[in-house]
T-cell receptor, first 114, second 110 residues
């Protein structure tokens, strides 16, 4: 069974550019999470969806960040415009209501904004 | 105050020893607790979860939960160099939401 799939795995972009990160959750999972990881702050939850509906976006740092989940098998996290302080690893994770709170992570998207 | 606290380490143990990793949490209403392992440059992977007070064993790993004292621990018996990684404690923060600590780095020396 395929795990959570993220793309791109690595991205280097210039400040001010738009960045779009993509995620395909595990088939059958009804929760999807976007986390950001930095050395200073660890793993921070940005936003999560249940059945494609955003439930909690209180972790989204500012209006430059937006996330969508148009269907059960696809989600995007967009940063526009990007800034150097957005450099981090962005993880997508998914989970299923029937499996309690267990969630499974994708490989991550390593973003560097120069 | 952070919701989930861990000592950043590194925690250094010799091969074959028991490694003890600890985590405290602030929300008394938390019901489920998780330990994830993260190798450098990789994504977190689930090791164990625990819901009830007491111990839960899985191979060389034992999770311990004390809700009254609001702490969770992970014991790794017969530590191996391959166990060297960062261990993340996570606590249910409502619905399916998990709140993570910043992790403890474990170094197992041969």
């Amino acid at each position: 069974d395929a795990g959570v799939i993220q793309s791109p795995r690595h991205e280097v972009t210039e400040m001010g550019q738009e960045v779009t990160l993509r995620c395909k959750p595990i088939s059958g999972h009804d929760y999807l999470f976007w986390y950001r990881q930095t050395m200073m702050r660890g793993l921070e939850l940005l936003i999560y969806f249940n059945n494609n509906v955003p439930i909690d976006d209180s972790g989204m740092p500012e209006d430059r960040f937006s996330a969508k989940m148009p269907n059960a098998s696809f989600s995007t996290l967009k940063i526009q415009p990007s800034e150097p302080r957005d450099s981090a690893v962005y993880f997508c994770a998914s989970g299923r209501t029937s499996s309690g709170n267990t969630i499974y992570f994708g490989e991550g998207s390593w973003l560097t904004v120069v | 105050q952070k919701e989930v606290e861990q000592n950043s380490g590194p925690l250094s143990v010799p091969e074959g020893a028991i490694a003890s990793l600890n985590c405290t949490y602030s929300d008394r209403g938390s019901q489920s607790f998780f330990w994830y392992r993260q190798y450098s440059g990789k994504s977190p992977e689930l090791i164990m979860f625990i819901y009830s007070n007491g111990d839960k064993e899985d191979g060389r790993f034992t999770a311990q939960l004390n809700k009254a004292s609001q702490y969770v621990s992970l014991l790794i018996r017969d530590s191996q160099p391959s166990d060297s990684a960062t261990y993340l404690c996570a606590v249910n923060g409502g619905f399916q939401k998990l709140v993570f600590g910043t992790g403890t780095r474990l170094l197992v020396s041969p």
